[in-house]
């Protein structure tokens, strides 16, 4: 799905990191480990076409994305990609039906099948009929489950998650990563940034980031205990 081969990101003289290489599969659930400040968002928003790698390349189906200009950039993320933040990211003025209307499904769904309505998300995230309410009035964990239905309305190939968890108490933690866990399940591939232990053991894969790149692992470890 994606190749992550020797990736180095430098700000002037300091390197975060450096000669990151793994690969990210379909249907694979990849934790990101690490210190705050290791550099983990950074890699995330490099995935995301978001920033750029200072050396090396990401490759998907064949192509590195890090030379990609403006347009192919914009139809990467239209067509493979789905966010998942900390912060939500949803319109708080807007109902939850209008959020999730903005969610075109891309091209390159990882289900052959057509994807779910907005009242099927809903219902699949346990917030059946709630269209007409407004974002600001939900709570964090209802809000981070619209988001969640808005990604399952997408269906994207690639899901990068930033710490999606960061503000949930443990039953909403449970709930977004059980549905991550079912479209990882379907056949989407999910990087998650995390400092939930929890979180983490779910995953199938382990990739630490340390602050020191001469410490860094050049790839992934392998969960023995996925849950
Ligand atoms: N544009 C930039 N210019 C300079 N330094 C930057 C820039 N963007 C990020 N950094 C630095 O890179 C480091 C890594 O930040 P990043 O947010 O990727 O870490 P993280 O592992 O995700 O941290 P956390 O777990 O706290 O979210 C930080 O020290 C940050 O200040």
């Not at 020797?6 to 390197?15: D, E, I, P, V, Y």
């Not at 099948?113 to 209802?142: F, M, N, P, W, Y």
């Not at 969640?148 to 443990?170: F, I, N, S, W």
Request: hydrophobic letters at 40%; proline letters at 4%; charged letters at 25%.
């Amino acid at each position: 799905m994606i190749d992550i081969d020797g990736l180095s990101k430098s700000f002037g003289a300091r390197t975060l990191w450096s000669d990151v290489t793994f690969s990210i599969n379909r249907g694979e659930m990849l934790a990101l480990v690490g210190p705050s400040g290791s550099g983990k968002s950074t890699l995330l928003n490099c995935l995301g076409l978001l920033d750029a790698p200072s050396a090396g390349a990401i490759r998907h189906e064949g192509k590195d994305i890090t030379r990609f200009d403006q347009r192919g950039a914009r139809r990467f993320r239209r067509d493979v990609l789905g966010y998942l933040f900390q912060n939500y990211a949803l319109i708080d003025n807007a109902t939850v039906a209008a959020n999730l209307d903005v969610a075109v499904r891309p091209r390159r769904s990882f289900r052959r099948d057509s994807g779910l309505t907005i009242a099927q998300a809903l219902d699949r995230v346990g917030l059946a009929g709630r269209e007409k309410e407004r974002v600001h009035q939900l709570s964090g964990g209802e809000q981070q489950r619209v988001a969640l239905a808005r990604l399952m309305v997408k269906e994207p190939a690639l899901v990068l998650a930033d710490e999606p968890t960061g503000a949930l108490d443990h039953a909403n933690t449970t709930m977004v990563v059980d549905i991550l866990r079912r479209m990882s399940d379907a056949g989407c591939a999910i990087v998650i940034a995390t400092h939930n232990d929890y979180v983490r053991d779910r995953c199938d894969a382990i990739r630490a980031m340390e602050e020191d790149p001469s410490r860094s692992r050049s790839g992934p470890l392998r969960n023995p205990h996925p849950q």
